[in-house]
């Protein structure tokens, strides 16, 4: 018979400690819009309340951003969410032949 003991202390009077798992928050994404010379403003402070959920004033101030220095934040999302705002606004965009682009890049 064994002399195996299920119930005996095995790691030789060693304190074990369990390591908890190093956790980091995943990374950002900026949703950007580029300006183009086509697309009309009205469309733009649209697209900003409809997709980001922006007020009239905020939207039309982005809007402003993007007209004036050719690129405007819509927000910061993990990588999905900031794929699915980038897919749906130039989905809608071309819907509506505009040539709004919208793209994403790690914060």
Do not use: W
């Not at 469309?43 to 905020?58: G, N």
């Not at 993990?78 to 794929?83: G, N």
């Not at 505009?98 to 914060?107: D, G, K």
């Amino acid at each position: 018979m064994s002399d195996f003991d299920p119930y005996k202390d095995r790691d030789g009077g060693l304190a074990t400690q369990e390591a908890k798992p190093k956790l980091k928050r995943p990374p950002l994404y900026k949703v950007i819009l580029l300006n183009d010379d086509f697309t009309p403003m009205d469309f733009v402070i649209e697209i900003l309340m409809d997709f980001f959920a922006m007020s009239e004033e905020k939207a039309t101030q982005v809007m402003l951003q993007v007209h004036t220095q050719g690129v405007g934040v819509c927000g910061m999302y993990s990588k999905d969410v900031a794929e699915t705002k980038v897919y749906i606004v130039n989905d809608y965009s071309r819907e509506h032949h505009h040539p709004l682009m919208c793209s994403m890049e790690e914060v």
